[in-house]
């Protein structure tokens, strides 16, 4: 009763016991059996901490052992239970029964110990070994004799263990209740009346073991006495206790330990059997005993890691059922049969390529069931990865960068952690981590080359590709997707973009218009290729397009004027000799290159024999001596044909008249030519006359003073204005004299009896007052315009006769007739000038007026 009471009391004691902490140590107390989601106590209370943290900080609960039986509620903070435990199953008759968990916090890493002691509950029945004890006992017994019963045995501790024993009402047989060394009870069949075979052979008895639980549970036997003659002696073991050591991973079969026992009677009450008396479920599972040798053997599997020692009660018992007991205890010695496990805690994957150096990439844990030695664990990776290994708390271990990491050179790794123990010989184990490496915008996209060079064909098509740029850039997805653009610029003041356009994504240049080679040659422009990261990142690069000629302009005749404009007639002296010097086309072309180099041909002539035209120069000459009975009036077709393929060419015509004497010159009615006056031309006549008729005026006076002061006679006008190359446009060069006159050739003007016309008569060549024939005549310092009054050379001899009044005054009509000239053959240039709003170069009319 009193057992009972104590056993209450413990009990309620434990159900209101509350968990207790110890600062960086927890430690809980509850019983087994509790349901699932059980709250053993709250983790984030008794670590003075924030529930919230629990969860940012990504704990956890870690245990050596395969099973976990708790777990943390994240929300609250609560230590609950996730699986029912069975704290016989799980230790036996240890005591006490506690579990070891290691609570982790990361960010930054924590380890807390965690123990669980699990309380026993009286959830489990005594029982005896057997179903039924047998007995034979001598009619003999005298009253009081005491026979030593099997002890029933209760999985449950302490006070729901085995507490005392009960007999069943009978007039032979009381009951005495012992406890033995280990606190476990035992109970003797005590003899109060004396037997009489004859009255009774047999006596059946319940005998019934109570436990000290609430509410107490119990188990019974059947006990079987038969009565016979006398049995003076019980078995006696060799030793009390018997204490063995047993390797893990022994072999079924193998011998243990042999008890023994001896009996001093003889025969039947001598014959000792041997078996166990009280032991767990488990032990019984393992081992076995021979019931004659007493031989204890193996039978299952043996683990260190799961039962360190086993304790055995053992009984020899002889023929009558006198009995006595023993203990044999089996202490499981390790072997290193368990290689190290390696548990990975947390990853952090992908990791940033600029993550700092020391940066923890992942945290894991090392474990290993055997003991000693063979538990002492070394963990190592392999050398050529930019990581290593920091030992933390116990067995914890953190995997940290040694060095910057560049996704461009390596884009992940695999890190083999291997973990060895001290054994003999050792046993390891290895887990590879495979880590990626995430992309930063670290790189600017990088052109394939330092600068572009594209050559297009002038006249090309609107949208024609010029050219292709590219760039890579190493980064991943977005941060090394390129895009190309075109950075804002002008070519000749117009925006670039309204000449090229450029695909964003392929880096291919068109042309948004077509080229003209005689507008501009080239040009540059800058090609931006930007990557999509965040912040973006670029390069600029410079294309160069250059624009290809393309024969597309036909030659452009300056001399003579063509047809509708002017008519242009030159006289011939009739004694021209062969080779001699007759006029002189000028043309040039808009093209460059071959594509401008022109040649000459006269296509027509009114006397094929006549004249010949110089291939390149463009140069009239006799073939022969004119003679009287060639015609006077000469017309020539000339063409002019560039080199370009296919080549385009021009014609225009030339008018001679042959003749020394102007007044032998009829009147040239049938030389018509179309007459385009218009009103801008007649207004710059009127202004011309107007300054002509005051500066003649001058003249005059300047002449007499002149002729009165001095009566030495002179050439009326020996020279003519020559036709210079320097009225040429700059970008024609001349080729052996093509283009221009020759310097060395001059020429005498005389009028036409046709108003506004003018001739040329071939005098003579001289080279006083001219550059040599291998330059180009090019104004210097003392050459004026043709129009300004030095611009005529003017031959005088004191040999030569006295000019006349009327030579003076013939020549500054001529003055006066040729400026006419020059308006009407230059009005309409002119005038085009003033409405299309074109710069008007007066020098370049002046020099290119014949």
Same mark, same amino acid.
């Given at each position: 009763?009193?057992?009972?009471?104590?056993?209450?009391?413990?009990?309620?004691?434990?159900?209101?016991?509350?968990?207790?902490?110890?600062?960086?140590?927890?430690?809980?107390?509850?019983?087994?059996?509790?349901?699932? *989601?059980?709250? =053993?106590?709250?983790?984030?209370?008794? !670590?003075?901490?924030?529930?919230?943290?629990?969860?940012?900080?990504?704990?956890?609960?870690?245990?050596?052992?395969?099973?976990?039986?708790?777990?943390?509620?994240?929300?609250?903070?609560?230590?609950?239970?996730?699986?029912?435990?069975? /704290?016989?199953?799980?230790?036996?008759?240890?005591?006490?029964?506690?579990?070891?968990?290691?609570?982790?916090?990361?960010?930054? !890493?924590?380890?807390? $110990?965690?123990?669980?002691?699990?309380?026993? #509950?009286?959830?489990?029945?005594?029982?005896?070994?057997?179903?039924?004890?047998?007995?034979?006992?001598?009619?003999?017994? =005298?009253?009081?004799?005491?026979?030593?019963?099997?002890?029933?045995?209760?999985?449950?501790?302490?006070?729901?263990?085995?507490?005392?024993?009960?007999?069943?009402?009978?007039?032979?047989?009381?009951?005495?209740?012992?406890?033995?060394?280990?606190?476990?009870?035992?109970?003797?069949?005590?003899?109060?009346?004396?037997?009489?075979?004859?009255?009774?052979?047999?006596?059946?008895?319940?005998?019934?073991?109570?436990?000290?639980?609430?509410?107490?549970?119990?188990?019974?036997?059947?006990?079987?006495?038969?009565?016979?003659?006398?049995?003076?002696?019980?078995?006696?073991?060799?030793?009390?206790?018997?204490?063995?050591?047993?390797?893990?991973?022994?072999?079924?079969?193998?011998?243990?330990?042999?008890?023994?026992?001896?009996?001093?009677?003889?025969?039947?009450?001598?014959?000792?059997?041997?078996?166990?008396?009280?032991?767990?479920?488990?032990?019984?599972?393992?081992?076995? #005993?021979?019931?004659?040798?007493?031989?204890?053997?193996?039978?299952?599997?043996?683990?260190?890691?799961?039962?360190?020692?086993?304790?055995?009660?053992?009984?020899?018992?002889?023929?009558?059922?006198?009995?006595?007991?023993?203990?044999?205890?089996?202490?499981?010695?390790?072997?290193?049969?368990?290689?190290?496990?390696?548990?990975?805690?947390?990853?952090?994957?992908?990791?940033?390529?600029?993550?700092?150096?020391?940066?923890?990439?992942?945290?894991?844990?090392?474990?290993?069931?055997?003991?000693?030695?063979?538990?002492?664990?070394?963990?190592?990776?392999?050398?050529?990865?930019?990581?290593?290994?920091?030992?933390?708390?116990?067995?914890?271990?953190?995997?940290?960068?040694?060095?910057?990491?560049?996704?461009?050179?390596?884009?992940?790794?695999?890190?083999? =952690?291997?973990?060895?123990?001290?054994?003999?010989?050792?046993?390891?184990?290895?887990?590879?981590?495979? !880590?990626?490496?995430?992309?930063?915008?670290?790189?600017?996209?990088?052109?394939?080359?330092?600068?572009?060079?594209?050559?297009?064909?002038?006249?090309?098509?609107?949208?024609?590709?010029?050219?292709?740029?590219?760039?890579?850039?190493?980064?991943?997805?977005?941060?090394?997707?390129?895009?190309?653009?075109?950075?804002?610029?002008?070519?000749?003041?117009?925006?670039?973009?309204?000449?090229?356009?450029?695909?964003?994504?392929?880096?291919?240049?068109?042309?948004?218009?077509?080229?003209?080679?005689?507008?501009? $040659?080239?040009?540059?422009?800058?090609?931006?290729?930007?990557?999509?990261g965040s912040p973006p990142l670029s390069t600029n690069v410079t294309v160069s397009v250059f624009i290809t000629d393309e024969n597309d302009n036909s030659p452009q005749i300056l001399y003579p004027a063509p047809e509708?404009?002017?008519?242009m007639t030159e006289m011939v002296p009739k004694a021209a000799l062969s080779g001699s010097l007759v006029s002189k086309v000028i043309a040039v072309d808009a093209d460059s290159g071959q594509n401008a180099w022109l040649?000459? *041909?006269?296509?027509?002539?009114?006397?094929?024999?006549?004249?010949? =035209?110089?291939?390149?120069?463009?140069?009239?000459?006799? !073939?022969?001596?004119?003679?009287?009975?060639?015609?006077?009036?000469?017309?020539?077709?000339?063409?002019?044909?560039?080199?370009?393929?296919?080549?385009?060419?021009?014609?225009?015509?030339?008018?001679?008249?042959?003749?020394?004497?102007?007044?032998?010159?009829?009147?040239?009615?049938?030389?018509?030519?179309?007459?385009?006056?218009?009103?801008?031309?007649?207004?710059?006549?009127?202004?011309?006359?107007?300054?002509?008729?005051?500066?003649?005026?001058?003249?005059?006076?300047?002449?007499?003073?002149?002729?009165?002061?001095?009566?030495?006679?002179?050439?009326?006008?020996?020279?003519?204005?020559?036709?210079?190359?320097?009225?040429?446009?700059?970008?024609?060069?001349?080729?052996?004299?093509?283009?221009?006159? +020759?310097?060395?050739?001059?020429?005498?003007?005389?009028?036409?009896?046709?108003?506004?016309?003018?001739?040329?008569?071939?005098?003579?060549?001289?080279?006083?007052?001219?550059?040599?024939?291998?330059?180009?005549?090019? +104004?210097?310092?003392?050459?004026?315009?043709?129009?300004?009054?030095?611009?005529?050379?003017?031959?005088?001899?004191?040999?030569?006769?006295?000019?006349?009044?009327?030579?003076?005054?013939?020549?500054?009509?001529?003055?006066?007739?040729?400026?006419?000239?020059?308006?009407?053959? /230059?009005?309409?240039?002119?005038? +085009?000038?003033?409405?299309?709003?074109?710069?008007?170069?007066?020098?370049?009319?002046?020099?290119?007026?014949?």
């Amino acid at each position: 009763m009193a057992c009972s009471i104590l056993s209450r009391f413990l009990i309620v004691l434990v159900l209101c016991c509350t968990a207790y902490a110890v600062h960086g140590d927890l430690t809980y107390t509850f019983p087994e059996e509790t349901k699932i *989601q059980y709250v =053993i106590g709250n983790i984030a209370k008794d !670590l003075e901490i924030d529930a919230k943290q629990l969860s940012t900080r990504r704990a956890r609960i870690d245990t050596e052992d395969i099973k976990r039986y708790c777990d943390i509620n994240m929300r609250t903070g609560d230590l609950t239970v996730s699986e029912t435990i069975d /704290r016989e199953e799980l230790c036996g008759s240890a005591v006490p029964c506690t579990l070891h968990y290691e609570l982790v916090l990361e960010n930054p !890493l924590e380890i807390h $110990r965690v123990s669980l002691q699990i309380q026993d #509950i009286n959830d489990n029945n005594p029982r005896f070994p057997n179903d039924r004890i047998a007995l034979e006992i001598s009619e003999s017994a =005298i009253k009081g004799q005491r026979f030593r019963l099997d002890e029933a045995y209760d999985s449950d501790i302490e006070n729901n263990g085995v507490c005392g024993y009960s007999l069943e009402k009978n007039k032979y047989f009381g009951l005495s209740v012992h406890e033995n060394t280990d606190r476990g009870k035992y109970a003797e069949l005590v003899l109060e009346t004396e037997l009489d075979r004859e009255q009774q052979k047999e006596i059946n008895i319940i005998l019934t073991a109570t436990d000290g639980g609430t509410p107490p549970r119990s188990g019974t036997v059947a006990l079987h006495v038969t009565v016979l003659d006398a049995n003076d002696n019980s078995p006696v073991f060799t030793q009390t206790v018997y204490r063995v050591t047993l390797a893990e991973n022994s072999p079924v079969g193998t011998d243990v330990v042999r008890v023994g026992a001896a009996d001093a009677d003889e025969g039947a009450n001598g014959e000792i059997t041997y078996e166990f008396s009280r032991a767990s479920d488990k032990t019984v599972k393992l081992f076995s #005993i021979d019931r004659t040798t007493g031989q204890v053997t193996v039978k299952g599997e043996i683990d260190y890691e799961k039962e360190k020692y086993h304790e055995i009660g053992v009984q020899a018992k002889d023929g009558p059922g006198l009995a006595s007991t023993a203990k044999i205890i089996i202490d499981i010695s390790d072997i290193n049969d368990n290689a190290p496990r390696i548990i990975l805690k947390s990853l952090n994957s992908p990791i940033q390529e600029n993550a700092a150096v020391g940066t923890e990439v992942a945290i894991f844990n090392v474990q290993d069931k055997d003991s000693g030695d063979n538990r002492q664990i070394i963990c190592s990776i392999q050398q050529n990865v930019p990581f290593k290994l920091n030992p933390s708390i116990k067995n914890y271990f953190s995997l940290a960068t040694t060095s910057i990491l560049d996704r461009e050179q390596e884009t992940d790794y695999n890190i083999t =952690i291997t973990a060895t123990d001290g054994g003999s010989p050792p046993l390891s184990s290895s887990m590879t981590i495979h !880590l990626s490496v995430a992309d930063i915008n670290d790189n600017a996209p990088v052109f394939d080359q330092k600068s572009y060079s594209s050559h297009v064909m002038e006249n090309n098509k609107p949208g024609t590709s010029v050219c292709s740029v590219s760039a890579g850039d190493p980064d991943w997805r977005q941060n090394g997707t390129v895009l190309y653009s075109l950075v804002s610029s002008e070519v000749n003041g117009v925006p670039v973009s309204s000449f090229i356009s450029i695909n964003a994504d392929t880096g291919v240049i068109h042309a948004v218009r077509s080229f003209d080679y005689e507008q501009f $040659r080239n040009f540059k422009v800058q090609v931006v290729a930007r990557d999509n990261g965040s912040p973006p990142l670029s390069t600029n690069v410079t294309v160069s397009v250059f624009i290809t000629d393309e024969n597309d302009n036909s030659p452009q005749i300056l001399y003579p004027a063509p047809e509708g404009k002017s008519l242009m007639t030159e006289m011939v002296p009739k004694a021209a000799l062969s080779g001699s010097l007759v006029s002189k086309v000028i043309a040039v072309d808009a093209d460059s290159g071959q594509n401008a180099w022109l040649s000459y *041909q006269i296509v027509k002539s009114t006397d094929p024999g006549l004249f010949s =035209i110089g291939l390149h120069s463009g140069e009239i000459r006799a !073939l022969r001596d004119i003679t009287e009975s060639d015609s006077m009036k000469q017309n020539l077709i000339i063409s002019v044909k560039d080199n370009g393929q296919p080549p385009l060419s021009a014609t225009c015509s030339v008018y001679l008249l042959i003749s020394d004497n102007l007044a032998e010159v009829p009147e040239l009615k049938d030389m018509t030519y179309e007459e385009s006056n218009s009103k801008l031309t007649s207004y710059l006549i009127i202004a011309l006359v107007s300054v002509s008729t005051f500066f003649l005026t001058f003249i005059i006076l300047m002449v007499a003073v002149r002729f009165c002061h001095r009566r030495k006679p002179r050439l009326l006008f020996d020279g003519a204005v020559t036709i210079p190359s320097a009225y040429l446009p700059p970008n024609y060069a001349e080729v052996e004299g093509a283009g221009t006159l +020759r310097s060395s050739y001059n020429y005498d003007t005389y009028l036409t009896t046709g108003s506004r016309t003018s001739d040329f008569k071939f005098i003579t060549s001289y080279n006083d007052n001219t550059l040599p024939s291998v330059q180009t005549l090019n +104004r210097i310092q003392n050459q004026n315009d043709p129009f300004e009054e030095n611009s005529f050379i003017v031959a005088s001899s004191d040999s030569e006769p006295s000019a006349s009044p009327l030579m003076n005054l013939r020549l500054i009509i001529l003055y006066v007739f040729t400026a006419v000239h020059f308006l009407s053959n /230059r009005g309409t240039d002119i005038l +085009r000038a003033v409405v299309y709003n074109l710069p008007l170069d007066f020098n370049r009319l002046i020099r290119t007026t014949p």
